[in-house]
């Protein structure tokens, strides 16, 4: 008489952890969130894996929102035409997505046409973004936001480092929170004035169709004073029309300068989520290739980059002239040290 053993056939469930860890490495993020929802073992898993994928972005719209994780290539898109419960549907995936792949959202964008909705989002995030640039809205209606409905987006939502107000109509608010963010970034800034620009203590300003401030008014921003605010790196200001250079640089006794490297502070990678920043390097560096400079009376480096359209004013900070110090220490030999932050500029009249 013989006898015969039948041994259990192995699953993904019942392999010893390194072989299964080896099985997930060739999954994606679908196949993973698929696997997570067929087995609690698996979810748990999956989890205990801590897999890193980089942090989210999300972006929601009128009828559809987006969930993505750009340092994998992972997109997933949801489509539901009910505007409130579309919203709480992205809020259940991202909590479920969270789960399994913990992670920090680094831009939220949101339409401005679910303003009706808007106390429903209750994220951390690092840039939030509210609209998109006018083309995106092309052939729609666009609901109004008022600046009472912006406020309860901007109460609930704790972005922490940057806000961008795109539009496509003009997003107005006084909101405190908007003056000492880091990175602040206005479009359809028609309604800012030279009295709004005083309250800005942000490190980075980019304010777009600025049609209501005049060269005399940068002129006066400049001049008196305001540029000292101790966090400010680089504010720009961009209209349809030319920008009258002279008016701008009118009693700053400036001189020329090229090819000058601007070193951003603090740079972190996810300013570029939006323009709050000309083209910048992944080291933080920033060529002006032509400007205007010229030294405050406390001694600090300022240079204005006037292109047509765009004005974009330059504050070196300390730092920076530390570092220069540092290097033509380093470097006497070399010719070129004044590159990297340019030659000393006048003293301000």
Request: aromatic share 12%; glycine share 6%; with cysteine.
């Amino acid at each position: 008489m013989s006898f015969s053993l039948s041994r259990p056939s192995l699953t993904l469930a019942t392999l010893p952890f390194l072989p299964a860890t080896h099985i997930i490495d060739y999954l994606d993020i679908d196949s993973l969130y698929c696997l997570a929802g067929t087995a609690r073992v698996f979810k748990e898993f999956i989890q205990d894996m801590k897999i890193r994928t980089g942090g989210y972005n999300i972006s929601i719209q009128k009828g559809q929102y987006e969930i993505s994780l750009p340092e994998v290539n992972y997109s997933y898109y949801h489509y539901e035409g009910d505007a409130g419960y579309l919203v709480d549907l992205m809020n259940q995936d991202l909590k479920d997505f969270m789960r399994l792949f913990p992670g920090y959202i680094d831009c939220l964008q949101v339409d401005p046409n679910l303003v009706r909705h808007f106390h429903l989002f209750n994220q951390a995030c690092t840039v939030l973004s509210v609209g998109g640039q006018p083309f995106q809205y092309h052939g729609q209606k666009v609901d109004s936001c008022t600046p009472e409905q912006l406020e309860v987006l901007l109460n609930f939502v704790n972005f922490q480092k940057g806000l961008a107000l795109n539009g496509p109509k003009p997003l107005i608010t006084e909101n405190e929170k908007i003056f000492n963010i880091d990175w602040l970034q206005i479009r359809n800034a028609t309604w800012i004035t030279s009295e709004f620009l005083k309250k800005l203590k942000n490190k980075i300003v980019f304010l777009m169709d600025t049609e209501e401030l005049t060269e005399e008014h940068i002129n006066q921003y400049i001049r008196g004073g305001s540029i000292d605010n101790q966090y400010l790196q680089v504010i720009g200001f961009s209209r349809e029309t030319f920008w009258n250079k002279e008016a701008i640089l009118n009693g700053l006794g400036t001189v020329r300068a090229v090819d000058q490297i601007y070193k951003v502070a603090d740079f972190d990678k996810r300013i570029t989520t939006e323009m709050f920043l000309p083209k910048v390097s992944n080291n933080r560096d920033i060529k002006i290739e032509d400007s205007f400079d010229f030294t405050t009376n406390d001694g600090t480096k300022v240079s204005i980059d006037i292109s047509r359209r765009t004005v974009r004013v330059y504050i070196w900070n300390q730092n920076q002239y530390q570092d220069k110090e540092k290097i033509q220490k380093v470097t006497k030999k070399r010719r070129h040290t004044e590159d990297i932050n340019g030659p000393d500029a006048k003293k301000s009249c």
